[in-house]
């Protein structure tokens, strides 16, 4: 009998399941200073899902540590909650044990946009087979550069939707961002609109899941790990959260710095005090700079 592909403990329920080969064993995708994240099934083996577990931790005081582990899950519950409420894409809660430390959420197929990124501003490639554009699209710079403008303006108002109803992530990186691909059709449709957050592009492509690295931007941008997220209604905290993917946008994908102008715009028409949130950004990234510069 298989067992979980992974040497970390699993909580309740799901250390005692019987694995009957390892394709259905719980897999460890990710492993982070508070959770953990398992890649698993919910109901059925064909029913992925991904487990968040967040396990106790030895330097804390156990009665701290159960009250902290049952405040952080009902926490990121409820903001995920509300937001599926609202139509802010998000995964999906399914079931959760704040007592044994575990939340169940739906899998988000496709490709991170970190990954969507490196695979797009990547050096042009030596043949059409490692190129990430479509086929025949391979020596196109403009219809990249238009999938790489859609793709920030799904981002902007993404974001601009998640804060219009007063919800601050506090960890917004490009890994945290989802790029789930349409579903299969015989016809592409390309008409969308802004409050559905998904691609405008007529000649956007089909997504294959089986390939290593994307080969479409199209799709609807999606909002992951919500740990840290924060239910406030001060533009500050807003504004912090764009400094922080700015930021990421720099650090992770220099090449796509400039892109990141086109988040921001987008953000602004997104909802009524986007325009604001830009202004004390400007104050945000002044305290950046002059803490950088003191070090």
Known sequence: MAQPSNQVPLPPPFNSHSYQD????PALLTQGAEALVFRTSFLTPSTPCALKYRPSKPYRHPTLDKRLTRQRI?????VLVRCRKEGVRVPAVLAADWEAGWLLLEWIPGW????????FLAPSATSPSDSALPPGDDNDEHHRNEQLSDLMRRIGLAIGQLHSIGVVHGDLTTSNLMLRPPPPSNTTTATTTAATNT??????TSTDLSSPTPTSLAGTVTLLDFGLAVQTAQDEDKAVDLYVLERAFAATHPAAEELFRGVLEAYAGAYKGGKEVLRRLEDVRLRGRKRSMVG
């Not at 390892?22 to 064993?25: R, Y």
């Not at 991170?112 to 695979?119: E, F, G, N, P």
């Not at 691609?199 to 956007?204: I, K, L, N, V």
């Open 22 to 25: 390892q394709d259905t064993a």
């Open 74 to 78: 009902l926490a990121e519950a409820r």
């Open 112 to 119: 991170t946009v970190r990954k969507c990124l490196d695979a």
């Open 199 to 204: 691609t405008t592009s007529a000649s956007a």
